[in-house]
């Protein structure tokens, strides 16, 4: 059963830099999409972007300026970077499995709530 | 960027009451890439149905996707307890990903 587990710290202060892993397990990384996604609290979903497990990206243009998102095979894990955080980018931060094609996104892991506060 | 629009907001039902939701895109969806997914408070969405009208693994009969282009259906035969949630609709045709503002289905 693949699974998916984001970790990372839960408070970030205003300025600084986001920093989340996802780590996979009981399946393949390779030849996949590898997504993130947010959440903000009672709010709708905003895809972040992805890594190919190839190293290619594609970032949702609202973010890609600050957003950097890559694989290690090795590890089995996935990494997102924001850069330069505001309280705006409080939000249960989700890692997706895409197998390209038709089938969408259909592992995700549990979510993990970032606070962006002083 | 496309748009997804969801209606209605809530939907009020009882159990075993048939449910359609519907999710209308601001533009072609490539491929018929809509998919729906179920979120219950605390979890991870869920997903239903992708290329528009395929169920995924393990999710049962009684949920069905349709359309094509811009205007999209899932419905819900008969509903059961587990499942009152937020549905949403999401587009992976076409870059930035998007999603709908979801539809809660509340049990009346």
């Known amino acids: 059963q693949v699974q998916l587990q984001e970790s990372g710290p839960g408070l970030v202060k205003p300025s600084e830099t986001l920093s989340l892993t996802c780590t996979v397990s009981?399946?393949?990384?390779?030849?996949?999409?590898w997504n993130w996604i947010r959440q903000s609290p009672g709010q709708g979903l905003e895809w972040i972007g992805y890594v190919y497990f190839g190293g290619n990206t594609n970032y949702n243009p609202s973010l890609k300026s600050r957003v950097t998102i890559s694989v290690d095979t090795s590890k089995k894990q996935v990494s997102l970077k924001l850069t330069s955080v505001t309280a705006a980018d409080t939000a249960v931060y989700f890692c997706a499995r895409w197998g390209g094609g038709w089938k969408a996104a259909d592992y995700w892991g549990q979510g993990t709530l970032v606070t962006v506060s002083s | 960027e496309t748009v997804l629009t969801q209606s209605p907001g809530t939907l009020s039902l009882s159990p075993g009451e048939r449910a359609t939701l519907s999710c209308r895109a601001s533009q072609s969806v490539s491929s018929n890439y809509l998919a729906w997914y179920q979120q219950k408070p605390g979890q991870a969405p869920r997903l239903l149905v992708y290329?528009?009208?395929n169920r995924a693994t393990g999710i049962p009969d009684r949920f069905s996707g349709s359309g094509s282009g811009t205007d999209f259906t899932l419905a819900i035969s008969r509903l059961e307890p587990e499942d009152f949630a937020v549905y949403y609709c999401?587009?992976?045709?076409?870059?930035?990903?998007?999603f709908g503002q979801g539809t809660k289905v509340e049990i009346k």
């Open positions: 009981g399946g393949s990384i390779g030849s996949y999409y």
């Open positions: 290329g528009a009208s």
């Open positions: 999401q587009q992976y045709g076409g870059s930035p990903w998007t």
